[in-house]
Each structure stands twice: as C-alpha cells, then as structure tokens.
C-alpha cells in the first residue's frame, strides 16, 4: 500500500479529483462565509463600502454567514449520517445486481477466484446473451475465472469416508472440471458470436490454481470486491448408492463488499485483492481444454 503523498498507479483522474475535493471543499467554504460575514460587516459600518455594495441591510447577512461558519461541521455531519449506507454484506445470489451495474462502463473487467463459478457463470451468460439486442455502452469485456486445479489430489472436494474423513475421489473432481469446462464452452461460444458482430469484443478465460477452493472473491471493473469464504464442511448427497461429498455451496456464500468509493480502509483492501488476484492470475495454469483468451 501506498503512503504520505504517493498516489496509486491505477488511480485515475476522478479519484484524484475526488480526493483533492474532499480535502479543500471544507477550506474554500469556511473562507466563503468567513468572507461574506467580514464584507457585510464591514459594509455595514464603513460608508464607503456600503456605497460601493449599494446596499443597506448587511448586517443581517453578515451575521447570517457567521451562523453558518459555526454549524458548518454539524451540517456536513449530519448530511453525511443522512447518506445511504454502503452494502456491508450481500448474499451470493445478489452477484446478478453487481454484474449489471458493473457493465454499465464502457470497458468491463469481471475476476473471479473460488470453486466452480457456478453463480457467477449464470448471470454473466444471461447479461451477455442480452448484447445480441443491445449491448449499451459496453464496448469490451474481459472475464477471469481462476479456479481449483480439478486434476489433482484434494480434501475438498472429496468423498465424506466411514469416519468423516474426507477421502479423495478422481471421478468426483473430473465431474467438477467437466462442469467448468462447460461453463468455458458456453461462454466462450456467445463470445466469438459478438465478437464476430463487431458490437462488443468479449474475451473469457479460465485458469487453475493450486489448493482448495476456501475463498470466494468477485472484483468488478478493479473498483468493486466481494469476498467471503465458503462452508468446507458443506455436504451434497450423491445420488441411489453414491456416498456424500464434501462440496461448499457458492450460492450460500455470504460476501463482505469493498468499494474504492468507501474509506480508506476499503480502498486499500481493493488494492490488495487486485494485486492478489493479478499476481495468481500470473502464476495459474491454462486448461488444456480452453478454447483460448479471445474467444
């Protein structure tokens, strides 16, 4: 993280803008009343600058701006505790609202790093399908999917043995990377469709990361983190005679929200996660079955 006067390297201008705001509006505005209450005193006392003001009543006003300049921070207190507050917690299944305010920029960058993607796969599908009628102002979405490295050995998932033991089942993990390289397929098959119309340029990739699938992290366009972790000791029945999985459930997933628009606490924690998920991203795998980054 960065400190005293540095700025960030993705720091665009609005953040500095915002930034530079938040630290002289208050001045300028003090000066501002302070100002109009000195003037209409001054006016009010001193003829040849009533005269030149063409005014009688400065008195009032004067006294009026000094009121002002008091309460000026028990007004702004109390505008900011009137604010909407910022979501703390959403639920998975809220990831839908996210990936449509997300494509209401221009460029979308969606990353994701947990189990199968399953939620996440489900509305970006839909939210791309619909770039076939009208793709709004999006002119290029590049999505992210790190997920577990299906191929080898795990204990989660994995079979729930006699003991509760979690015991490594191939078949099982094939089922998961099969399922992933569905979701693959799928979008990267409507990709190359809108690619090839020319409206929007979508590129899609899926990589494997070493481990076990514990945290569920979204980040939408490097401005917006969801994160949460999910249940290791969630079960899933299998079916007639097959054992039960340990297998987390995304969609139950419960996801705390940072926002570069928050304090900064929250915008050094999406700092962090960017660099996290851009430096695994480095480090992860291509499946041999990915149809490729530009789909």
Same mark, same amino acid.
Request: net charge neutral; glycine share 10%.
């Given at each position: 993280?960065?400190? =005293? =006067? $540095?700025?960030?390297?993705d720091?665009?201008? =609005?953040?500095?803008?915002?930034?530079f705001?938040?630290?002289?509006?208050?001045?300028?505005?003090?000066?501002?009343? %302070?100002?109009?209450?000195?003037? =209409?005193?001054?006016? @009010?006392?001193?003829?040849?600058?009533?005269?030149?003001l063409?005014?009688?009543?400065?008195?009032?006003?004067?006294?009026?701006? %000094?009121?002002?300049?008091?309460?000026?921070?028990?007004?702004?207190?109390? !505008?900011?505790?009137?604010?909407?507050?910022?979501?703390? @917690?959403?639920? $998975?299944r809220?990831?839908?609202?996210? /990936?449509?305010?997300?494509?209401? #920029?221009?460029?979308?960058?969606? $990353?994701?790093?947990?189990?199968?993607?399953?939620?996440?796969y489900? !509305?970006?599908?839909?939210?791309? +399908?619909?770039?076939? *009628?009208?793709?709004?102002?999006?002119?290029?979405?590049?999505?992210?999917?790190?997920?577990?490295?299906?191929?080898?050995?795990?204990? /989660?998932? $994995?079979?729930?043995? #006699?003991?509760?033991?979690?015991?490594?089942?191939?078949?099982?993990?094939?089922?998961?990377? &099969?399922?992933? @390289? *569905?979701?693959?397929?799928?979008?990267? !098959?409507?990709? @190359?469709?809108?690619?090839?119309?020319?409206? /929007?340029?979508?590129?899609?990739?899926?990589?494997f990361?070493?481990?076990?699938?514990r *945290?569920?992290?979204?980040?939408?366009?490097?401005?917006? /983190?969801?994160?949460? %972790?999910?249940?290791?000791?969630?079960?899933?029945?299998g079916?007639?005679?097959?054992?039960?999985?340990?297998?987390?459930?995304?969609?139950r997933?419960?996801?705390?929200?940072?926002?570069?628009?928050?304090?900064?606490?929250?915008?050094?924690?999406?700092?962090?996660?960017?660099?996290?998920?851009? *430096?695994?991203?480095? &480090?992860? +795998?291509?499946?041999?079955?990915?149809?490729?980054?530009?789909?």
């Amino acid at each position: 993280m960065s400190g =005293g =006067g $540095s700025r960030r390297p993705d720091e665009g201008v =609005g953040e500095r803008l915002k930034r530079f705001q938040a630290r002289y509006e208050p001045i300028a505005t003090r000066l501002l009343l %302070l100002g109009i209450f000195v003037t =209409g005193l001054t006016a @009010q006392f001193v003829k040849p600058v009533g005269d030149a003001l063409e005014g009688k009543a400065f008195l009032g006003g004067a006294l009026l701006s %000094l009121v002002g300049y008091v309460l000026y921070d028990t007004v702004k207190d109390l !505008a900011a505790s009137l604010r909407t507050p910022t979501r703390a @917690q959403v639920k $998975s299944r809220d990831l839908g609202t996210f /990936v449509t305010e997300a494509f209401e #920029a221009r460029n979308v960058e969606i $990353s994701f790093l947990g189990y199968t993607g399953e939620t996440l796969y489900n !509305a970006l599908y839909h939210r791309l +399908e619909g770039f076939l *009628d009208d793709p709004g102002p999006t002119r290029r979405v590049s999505v992210r999917f790190l997920i577990p490295d299906f191929r080898q050995p795990m204990i /989660v998932p $994995s079979r729930v043995g #006699a003991d509760g033991a979690p015991v490594d089942d191939e078949e099982f993990r094939k089922r998961l990377e &099969l399922k992933c @390289q *569905d979701y693959d397929r799928s979008l990267s !098959a409507i990709a @190359q469709r809108l690619t090839m119309v020319g409206r /929007v340029t979508v590129e899609c990739e899926y990589r494997f990361y070493p481990g076990i699938p514990r *945290d569920k992290v979204c980040i939408f366009n490097r401005e917006l /983190v969801l994160h949460g %972790l999910y249940d290791m000791a969630a079960r899933t029945m299998g079916f007639g005679p097959e054992p039960e999985y340990y297998d987390p459930k995304g969609y139950r997933t419960d996801l705390n929200v940072w926002s570069r628009e928050d304090s900064d606490d929250a915008k050094a924690a999406v700092a962090t996660w960017n660099k996290h998920f851009d *430096d695994l991203w480095g &480090l992860a +795998e291509r499946p041999p079955w990915h149809r490729g980054a530009a789909a």
